[in-house]
């Protein structure tokens, strides 16, 4: 650990010395201008500088997108503290909880990426191309932002723009190639159609990745996947409106197809140099996200400004996989999903010598349809069928002994229950919320902050299940003294696969929750403060799907208490920022999921869970001029369940005191670039992640993921109007595992060192 801690601190400390044998810059006006760090956060529905938010919030801008050769959202969620992925690109963690859920249960986000105005789902956010390629900015916020986001942000909230269309002509066009094999294009651009008042902006993007695991069974790769990315934004401005008016229309495509079996056979040698699968059904997912969104700003005067927004989007999912991902014939499925998204939101800013503040309303509607499919092999209840037999046949004689001879001669025959299944479960969310959010300089040096939202939603949904046996049961005839015996048993396996049958018209359920947010804030100087905030953190309730009973089951809210102290503070002519945030959390009434013990399928979603959280960032940027800047930061998670019980189908197991999964205690990011005057560019930067459990439940222990490090490089030149780099993620091959699936010898894998080119032009 220590090994790994060193190298990342002093890759970015041998770039920062490297710089400090340039001159250092006198401290006078141009200098400040030169190397002030002045970066604005919009996802509090405000303008405000970094520096002046308390929320704890990790900001990447176009420049690091760039100069860190960042190609997707998850290339940032590696370089920011407190964050960590889950799976290969399938989800993320902020301070320890999962954006989906942390113990398996729930129905909404515990954490929402927005995309231009769009809340995606994170079933787009798992499987979409989230790629970098034309953004503004990502602004990743740590931390409840229930009181301006509503339900779905619990943990947080990711916060991405594209570029804005310009009063100004310009372009870029990007190829890259890379080996492992992966090829990019790219192009965006714009500018003016009637100067002053309509400009416009396009981008697309084409990412082909050949693959690095081999199917052995079939002969091909099953993680190769195509991406591409389209996207448009006008931009009006009428001069009839003397500048008062502003309205932005955002298009976007996003399509994406690739295998989706990523796990690797860990029971090969070298499986890190010899990446090998063995599923005899191919596994691929193909998406189709569309997003429109309509944002509009009318200011008033120089205090009053109304903003709408309306926002559209539809998500297409489908999904073939292997049930087992063995060679065998285990099974295979499809599932189909749709999802159409509307919202508006109506804000009525204020801006004030001493008092700001903002008032929203805010309507969301989310249609879904899932439909799902397959060829499922279930573990014949063996103990279950011996304890029926003597129950219903003892007094003829059927004793404990005689009843397993019996079951394990059917065993030899049926060890496992072919079942075909399909669901049909249609589900609509509505909310309506009304809030408002304001700072109030109430002393020369105290700033009150507050905010408060009424949250009512309602959920709904359906359940239409249809199961039967996939081939013939056993011939009693084949048995003989046992024949009367082995019918039983089959009407006892077919009375099992009946009772998942059914049609659930869902109840419709209404939420409505009050979420409070208080603070203060004190200002030691302009450059420097300390706040603390107190707020409460929310996720609604719903309905679960229990498979095996084939019942639609009701749960409720969860909430969370959060208090949280900011420091802020910019030294050396706002060169350089050093910020910090510690927080506590206190979780109750939250959603896990249970087995009620009938069969491994016979779950469903309780409050039965309670947990705190606790912990820190700290991040230090700084610009020393032109040509060098550098940061770091730290974070530091601890979570617990204090209650988490859980049904393995024979008895109950308690986990309070276990951590949530993918919760790494703590993570370092560094980074330096450095700009020559011939041209010359270098950019290195490094993540650090402790060791964490890769799942949460009995066998916690036996999938732990390792302590990791990767170092990352990009090298090149720029000259006018093109640039030229070679770059190399994971530079020393770090090898590291994301999800250990113990008991089936699977494991997904960190991607090995990858080595590639740009050619890059601006005009």
């Given at each position: 650990m220590k090994k790994s801690l060193l190298i990342a601190v002093g890759c970015g400390a041998l770039i920062a010395g490297i710089a400090k044998a340039d001159e250092a810059p006198s401290p006078d006006v141009a200098v400040k201008e030169e190397t002030t760090i002045e970066v604005v956060v919009t996802g509090e529905k405000v303008r405000r500088s970094l520096q002046k938010t308390q929320s704890s919030v990790a900001v990447t801008t176009a420049k690091k997108i760039e100069d860190e050769n960042i190609q997707n959202f998850y290339d940032i969620v590696r370089r920011t503290a407190n964050m960590n992925e889950v799976g290969d690109g399938s989800g993320f963690t902020i301070r320890g909880i999962n954006n989906q859920n942390v113990s398996g249960g729930g129905a909404g986000e515990l954490a929402t990426v927005y995309f231009d105005g769009t809340a995606l789902n994170s079933q787009a956010v798992s499987t979409s191309a989230l790629e970098t390629w034309d953004l503004a900015q990502v602004e990743i916020f740590r931390g409840p932002q229930s009181t301006l986001q509503g339900r779905n942000a619990l943990a947080g909230a990711v916060i991405m723009r594209s570029q804005d269309p310009t009063w100004y002509w310009d372009g870029k066009a990007r190829v890259s190639y890379t080996d492992p094999a992966s090829r990019t294009f790219a192009i965006a651009g714009g500018g003016p159609i009637i100067e002053d008042q309509v400009a416009f902006r396009l981008s697309a993007e084409d990412h082909h990745v050949d693959g690095i695991i081999r199917n052995e069974t079939r002969g091909d790769r099953s993680d190769r996947t195509d991406d591409q990315v389209l996207r448009g934004k006008l931009l009006f401005k009428p001069k009839a409106f003397d500048d008062r008016l502003e309205v932005l229309l955002t298009a976007s495509s996003n399509r994406h197809s690739g295998g989706d079996n990523l796990y690797v056979s860990t029971d090969v040698p070298d499986y890190f140099d010899h990446r090998v699968n063995y599923a005899n059904e191919p596994s691929i997912t193909w998406t189709n996200l569309g997003i429109f969104t309509i944002e509009s700003k009318y200011r008033f005067n120089d205090h009053w400004t109304l903003t709408p927004v309306f926002s559209w989007s539809n998500y297409k999912y489908n999904y073939i996989y292997d049930t087992d991902r063995t060679a065998a014939d285990g099974g295979s499925g499809e599932f189909h999903e749709t999802q159409a998204t509307r919202s508006q939101e109506v804000r009525l800013n204020y801006i004030g010598d001493r008092l700001n503040g903002l008032f929203g309303l805010y309507h969301f509607d989310r249609d879904i349809d899932d439909d799902g499919q397959g060829l499922t092999q279930v573990q014949l209840p063996a103990a279950t069928l011996s304890s029926l037999l003597v129950y219903y046949y003892g007094p003829y004689g059927m004793t404990a002994p005689l009843a397993d001879q019996v079951v394990n001669a059917y065993a030899q025959v049926m060890p496992t229950v072919p079942v075909n299944n399909r669901r049909l479960s249609p589900s609509n969310v509505e909310t309506q919320a009304a809030f408002f959010d304001g700072s109030w300089q109430f002393l020369p040096r105290w700033t009150l902050n507050a905010g408060l939202r009424y949250d009512r939603e309602t959920y709904k949904i359906d359940v239409v299940q249809t199961t039967s046996l996939a081939g013939d049961y056993p011939d009693p005839a084949n048995f003989g003294a046992y024949g009367p015996y082995i019918e039983a048993i089959n009407q006892m396996v077919a009375a099992q696969i009946a009772q998942a049958n059914g049609t659930t018209p869902g109840e419709p359920r209404t939420f409505t929750a009050w979420l409070p947010k208080l603070g203060v804030k004190y200002d030691f100087t302009p450059d420097m403060s300390l706040g603390f905030t107190a707020q409460r953190g929310y996720r609604s309730g719903g309905s679960t799907i229990n498979i095996a009973r084939s019942i639609v089951v009701p749960y409720d809210p969860e909430y969370t208490d959060n208090y949280e102290f900011a420091w802020r503070s910019a030294w050396f002519n706002h060169s350089l920022t050093l910020n910090a945030n510690a927080y506590y959390i206190n979780w109750t009434e939250q959603q896990v999921n249970v087995n009620l013990g009938l069969n491994t399928y016979d779950y469903q979603v309780v409050n039965a869970g309670?947990?705190?959280?606790?912990?820190?960032?700290?991040?230090?940027?700084?610009?020393?001029?032109?040509?060098?800047?550098?940061?770091?930061?730290?974070?530091?998670?601890?979570?617990?369940?204090?209650?988490?019980?859980?049904?393995?189908?024979?008895?109950?197991?308690?986990?309070?005191?276990?951590?949530?999964?993918?919760?790494?205690?703590?993570?370092?990011?560094?980074?330096?670039?450095?700009?020559?005057?011939?041209?010359?560019?270098?950019?290195?930067?490094?993540s650090y992640r402790t060791e964490s459990f890769g799942g949460t439940g009995v066998n916690q222990a036996d999938d732990i993921n390792k302590a990791r490090t990767l170092i990352n490089t990009k090298i090149g030149y720029e000259q006018g109007h093109w640039q030229a780099y070679v770059f190399a993620n994971n530079l020393f091959d770090q090898r590291y595992t994301i999800y250990n699936w113990t008991s089936e010898h699977m494991a997904m894998l960190g991607a090995p060192r990858t080595v590639g080119v740009i050619l890059q032009a601006k005009f």
């Open positions: 309670k947990s705190h959280l606790y912990g820190f960032e700290v991040e230090l940027a700084q610009r020393v001029n032109s040509h060098f800047n550098w940061y770091a930061s730290v974070g530091n998670s601890h979570s617990r369940f204090d209650e988490f019980v859980v049904n393995t189908g024979t008895t109950d197991v308690d986990l309070s005191g276990s951590s949530f999964a993918n919760a790494p205690e703590w993570s370092l990011t560094s980074g330096a670039t450095w700009r020559f005057s011939n041209g010359v560019f270098a950019d290195m930067n490094g």
